[in-house]
């Protein structure tokens, strides 16, 4: 490695998933430069989002963080993060390799299960007392500004009721705020009439799930279905996170009535579930943005499902014959596209339900530190453990 060029080890180390990276930066100070550089994770993120190698599977069980190479289904990582310890954390989204995490709506952090670099957000006060505030009244979304070269996370939290516990008699109260990485700071929201007058109704009685923004075009998307009738038809809205604007998206007419719809997306492009009928969802796509949609696919309910309460398309397989898909947010299956057969993916080590995620293996928010200052700490820490015992026994630091 030392007497080889580096335009060679520059096109070796491209094609190694992340997480082999990190340890890759222990061989020489040029390859932790190389490795650490911003041009090199670029040129890496686009080789992997290219060639759609080092796909992986993160699933969430409870606390509990994994990942899995989606062509090595019996290698089974843990992935420890600092809010771990803060409650019950959540993935909002997925985009180039990071996810968003959350605690609550004032704990949230970008985090690369790769790499192990996390990002804390600042601490973001909401405008209306929180005692009126449950999971379902907020709406979470990760995405990438293409524009700007800027990951952002957008929050919005509709409360039910003003800050002295009197419910509105005209509309529900609305805070919509965008956290730009770049920045490192938030920023509120202003919106139109055309679209705060959508949330004059309370929309967040959803299934678990629908709060998280979906990504497509460079904008996030959530749906705002029919709301026990009140609302004349269900709604899509996108952020445009160029912009930082809210709008509204087409919906195809064929589904405006429907009372029981969720949102996804499939190879960039955006999807409509449409649960009305008990022995299959009904799968709409929206080809080319802000054209028209069509219906894609129906897709059965397998065998081994009692009933559909969520169904998510996530990949297609290599040669595009099959999708894989995310059913009752935990059973991950191929769907054949031609047979309507179905395959469940096994994942050795993961028995319990889990919630998954696609994503690639990147460099994106850099590295975790300097792995050679990580060493030295390990080994200090381990010739100080008998000291650490002696403190626990009873002394107490103060600071």
């Not at 993120?45 to 060639?51: D, G, N, P």
């Not at 973001?124 to 449950?134: A, G, H, K, N």
């Not at 898909?325 to 191929?334: D, P, T």
């Not at 696609?358 to 700490?377: F, T």
Request: net charge negative.
């Amino acid at each position: 490695m030392a007497n080889m060029p580096m335009d060679i080890v520059n096109d070796v180390f491209l094609r190694l998933p992340a997480s082999t990276l990190v340890r890759c930066r222990l061989l020489s100070k040029p390859c932790f430069s190389l490795i650490d550089s911003p041009d090199f994770a670029a040129s890496h993120l686009k080789r992997t989002l290219e060639t759609e190698e080092h796909l992986m599977i993160l699933l969430l069980s409870h606390r509990l963080l994994r990942t899995m190479y989606l062509d090595a289904q019996d290698k089974l990582s843990d992935v420890e993060h600092p809010l771990q310890i803060g409650g019950l954390t959540e993935v909002f989204g997925s985009v180039n390799g990071v996810i968003g995490l959350t605690n609550s709506p004032v704990d949230l952090a970008i985090f690369n299960p790769s790499t192990r670099k996390i990002h804390r957000l600042p601490i973001e006060p909401i405008d209306f007392s929180e005692q009126f505030i449950t999971r379902e009244n907020v709406f979470y979304g990760l995405g990438y500004d293409s524009v700007s070269d800027d990951y952002k996370v957008v929050r919005m939290i509709q409360s039910k009721y003003k800050g002295d516990g009197v419910e509105e008699s005209f509309g529900y109260a609305l805070e919509i705020k965008v956290f730009s990485l770049k920045s490192n700071q938030w920023k509120r929201v202003h919106l139109l009439f055309e679209v705060q007058i959508l949330f004059i109704y309370f929309y967040y009685d959803l299934l678990h799930r629908r709060g998280n923004g979906v990504l497509a075009s460079n904008s996030l998307h959530w749906i705002l279905p029919r709301t026990g009738g009140h609302t004349a038809f269900n709604t899509i809205i996108r952020f445009d996170l160029a912009s930082d604007d809210l709008g509204v998206l087409s919906f195809p007419q064929d589904l405006y009535l429907e009372d029981d719809m969720d949102i996804g997306v499939l190879d960039g492009c955006l999807c409509l579930m449409c649960y009305s009928e008990s022995s299959h969802v009904g799968v709409w796509i929206l080809r080319e943005y802000e054209g028209e949609w069509s219906k894609f696919i129906t897709v059965p309910k397998p065998e081994t499902v009692v009933s559909f309460e969520f169904v998510r398309p996530m990949i297609y397989s290599k040669d595009r014959s099959k999708i894989l898909l995310e059913i009752n947010n935990g059973k991950l299956m191929w769907f054949d596209l031609e047979s309507k057969g179905f395959e469940t993916l096994g994942i050795k080590g993961c028995e319990s339900p889990c919630n998954a995620e696609i994503m690639v293996s990147s460099l994106v928010l850099g590295c975790n530190g300097d792995p050679r200052r990580a060493q030295e700490k390990k080994m200090m820490q381990k010739g100080n453990k008998r000291g650490d015992g002696f403190l626990s026994k009873g002394f107490k630091l103060k600071f």
